[in-house]
């Protein structure tokens, strides 16, 4: 549930600067769930404003190629927040960004490492709280090399949670991440140890962006690196049969049930363009095309009305559909849930950046149902809904919104809303790790700022 702030406590931390010596525990969040890989459920919001912990920066290494604002010639037929200045926008962007850092960037686990903490959390192991997830480190990697140039401490943040990535490789790939970690810098026993395909996905993202913003000629290869991470999710999270990404690395061709099974969350299109271009493999195109049939086949026989993907889909060799309850992580596993919540932003990406038709036809319906069920009032938009539109919360949450507002951008019928969605996602208040991190990033895109290895 949402929980309300006060806003003098939120502007009072958005005055302080990045640099800031405190060492507090970090912001509350909420427990993962206990299943043996999952990725992305749902976080409760945080019961207490976090407070800065990062160490003083030091000098960056690089110069950034490619600083923030980047002001981004996204796609014809793509719109922004018209409602204020583009000055404004990255003025909101870097505000956010300086929250996020504050509050969920960490120090710690080997010398300069970095990761990304989701909060208090001990599900699955009861004497030691969960540290970072492998999806925290992927959002960190993206949004360090984003906000390269508003941050001259980017590069040496981006390093730093890179090292940690390879401190913690998966039992299924060296090149791909551990799920989870928990108090003592471990990875969780059991369940922890395999890798969730988003984190991978987007860590190898991030790592050529990274080449593009400082070049790879330093400590770090990042295109070489990315292409290590990029061989290992083809071999080991694509399935051979169908070309859609499988669950992670735990998952074997034996074990039909899940190998035929994927999560609506990992469909980052622009991700496999930039994959296929970075690599010259043309099965991630495959893979993309894939993807987009999928989407196109679900929604047409599933939401016809919203658009609407559940979090995880089932049977995808023989008749795709969503997910039985508890088919992976809890009992809204064919709902759009936490982890569904995220496709818009996923799949509106390769419109703006792309201009993809399929893009826009898949998020056409999600535009019109959700205008019309929050009746034009983005604090209207609740944490869950069943594939026909029927609300499964009844509060606001972040984690819903921000997305939303990214996969508004792709039609100017979509203007007025795109705006009213602008100015509740930035004005917002704390909503913990992941609705803060999908703020952020949402943000990124929305205010012109995201850009692609490819462009």
């Known amino acids: 549930m949402h929980h309300p702030r006060t806003w003098i406590y939120v502007s009072l931390l958005l005055t302080l600067l990045a640099g800031c010596t405190a060492n507090p525990p970090a912001a509350p969040g909420a427990a993962e769930p206990t299943a043996a890989v999952s990725a992305g459920a749902p976080r409760a919001q945080a019961t207490a404003m976090p407070t800065p912990q990062l160490a003083s920066p030091a000098p960056a290494t690089g110069a950034a190629r490619h600083p923030f604002p980047q002001h981004t010639a996204y796609a014809p037929g793509t719109i922004k927040p018209s409602q204020h200045s583009q000055d404004a926008l990255d003025r909101s962007v870097r505000n956010a960004y300086r929250f996020w850092k504050l509050s969920y960037l960490k120090n710690g686990c080997g010398a300069g490492r970095f990761h990304v903490d989701p909060g208090p959390d001990v599900s699955g192991s009861p004497s030691s709280r969960g540290i970072a997830v492998s999806e925290g480190q992927g959002y960190g990697m993206l949004i360090a090399a984003f906000m390269a140039g508003a941050d001259p401490d980017a590069r040496r943040i981006f390093d730093g949670i890179y090292a940690f990535f390879r401190d913690h490789p998966s039992a299924g790939s060296p090149d791909l991440m551990a799920w989870k970690q928990v108090e003592g810098c471990t990875d ?21 962006l990274a080449d593009r913003q400082w070049g790879s000629d330093g400590a770090i290869d990042y295109h070489q690196e990315a ?34 099974g994927t999560r609506s969350s990992d469909f980052m ?73 995220r496709a818009p932003w996923r799949i509106a990406i390769d419109y703006v950046l792309n201009g993809d038709q399929r893009a826009l036809a898949a998020l056409k319906p999600i535009n019109s149902w959700v205008r019309a069920s929050a009746a034009g009032k983005p604090q209207n938009i609740y944490g869950g809904y069943q594939l026909d539109g029927t609300a499964a919360a009844d509060a606001f949450s972040i984690a819903f919104a921000a997305p939303l507002g990214v ?43 995201w850009w692609s290895p490819r462009n």
């Not at 292409?227 to 999710?233: D, E, G, H, M, S």
């Not at 602008?422 to 991190?437: F, L, P």
């Open 407 to 449: 996969g508004a951008m792709v039609s100017s019928d979509n203007q007025e809303w795109l705006n009213a969605l602008w100015d509740q996602v930035a004005g917002s208040s704390v909503q913990g790790y992941y609705g803060d991190s999908l703020k952020l990033l949402s943000m990124i895109v929305m205010s012109g700022n």
């Open 227 to 260: 292409l290590k991470v990029i061989a290992a999710l083809k071999a080991k999270v694509v399935n051979q049969q169908t070309y859609t990404l499988l669950l992670g690395d735990w998952v074997s061709a034996s074990d039909s049930r899940y190998y035929n």
């Open 188 to 208: 969780l026993v059991p369940g922890g140890t395999h890798s969730a395909t988003d984190g991978d996905v987007d860590i190898a993202y991030a790592l050529l």
């Open 269 to 341: 299109l622009d991700h496999l363009r930039v994959y296929a271009a970075a690599t010259g493999d043309a099965e991630w195109t495959r893979v993309a095309d894939a993807t987009y049939t999928l989407i196109a086949g679900m929604q047409s026989k599933y939401s016809p009305k919203t658009g609407l993907l559940p979090d995880f889909i089932q049977d995808i060799d023989t008749t795709p559909a969503p997910a039985q309850p508890n088919y992976l992580e809890s009992g809204s596993d064919g709902r759009y849930a936490y982890n569904a919540c």
